[in-house]
């Protein structure tokens, strides 16, 4: 299994603004993962993330609002720009396990006034 | 697109009730992944099935994969406090698009009252 953590934990922020959540893994990693999820429901992928190349990202879901950057094998970055109250979510990362099982951060609960 | 159907969506019983989760799909699987969300954290995986029929226990948790690999059932003896929190299901696709990839369920809280 992989430790994960993210930082900011939470976020009140103004709508308009963007705001970057960090991802951090103890171990290199090919693949990692950005998730969506309002509180007590289910998750929804935003995009992977691999090294070295361009995130892939799911129906619904744009490079314009969520750029992804990943500089390295521990690292990733995603940003939710021009935001709107629609925005306010938990947003996860997540990396993979040999199973194709996940391994989840805390999570970053985003609120947008 | 293939989708897993969770139910219940919402649990509240008793302290030593038992209970039983569901998850279904017409789509096959190649595996079935549970996971368990407690509030400020993020979901941690109870447990993989992968062969058709498939039963796994994990203390008081019994998980069973059907025999088709369309669906799953947790269940929980003796409930305790302790095992409050959101219960996911997720499948594995088995080909085309979904090949690789996760489908979530749509979740059950489960509250149990001391």
């Known amino acids: 299994s992989a430790v994960i953590s993210q930082k900011p934990s939470r976020d009140i922020c103004q709508r308009g603004t963007s705001l970057t959540i960090q991802c951090q893994v103890d171990s290199q990693v090919t693949m990692m993962f950005w998730y969506r999820q309002q509180p007590g429901q289910s998750l929804t992928l935003i995009a992977t993330a691999n090294q070295g190349s361009e995130a892939t990202y799911e129906s619904g879901f744009v490079i314009d609002k969520f750029p992804i950057s990943r500089p390295n094998l521990t690292f990733s970055t995603l940003t939710v720009s021009n935001m709107s109250p629609e925005d306010s979510s938990i947003y996860l990362c997540?990396?993979?396990?040999?199973?194709?099982?996940?391994?989840f951060g805390p999570g970053t609960r985003l609120t947008v006034t | 697109t293939q989708l897993l159907e969770q139910s219940p969506q919402f649990l509240s019983i008793q302290e030593g009730e038992n209970l039983t989760v569901y998850c279904n799909s017409s789509?096959?699987?190649?595996?079935l992944q549970w996971y368990r969300q407690e509030p400020g954290e993020g979901p941690v995986l109870l447990v993989t099935v992968v062969t058709g029929g498939e039963v796994k226990k994990l203390k008081r948790l019994t998980f069973q994969f059907g025999d088709a690999r369309k669906d799953s059932s947790l269940h929980i003896t003796a409930a305790q406090p302790g095992d409050t929190g959101l219960y996911l299901c997720a499948g594995l696709g088995t080909g085309g698009t979904s090949y690789g990839k996760l489908t979530f369920g749509q979740g059950t809280i489960l509250t149990v009252h001391p």
């Open positions: 997540s990396v993979e396990g040999y199973g194709y099982e996940q391994y």
């Open positions: 789509s096959v699987f190649s595996s």
